[in-house]
């Protein structure tokens, strides 16, 4: 069972992920990720900042 942070964190990357496929990492701005999953810019920062980087 996942979290609620678990939860939301999937949510974003879900949401997000289509928007970076069709535009690339480059021309994706915060506002189109924003946009796109009606949260706020800090709820954004909050769930992603702790993913692993690569």
């Given at each position: 069972?996942?979290?609620?942070?678990?939860?939301?964190?999937?949510?974003?990357?879900?949401?997000?992920?289509?928007?970076?496929?069709?535009?690339?990492?480059?021309?994706?701005?915060i506002d189109d990720v924003l946009e796109s999953t009606k949260l706020t810019k800090g709820c954004i920062y909050g769930h992603l900042s702790k993913l692993p980087q690569s």
């Open positions: 069972m996942l979290t609620k942070a678990e939860k939301t964190k999937q949510f974003i990357l879900e949401t997000a992920s289509p928007i970076y496929n069709e535009k690339g990492i480059s021309g994706v701005s």
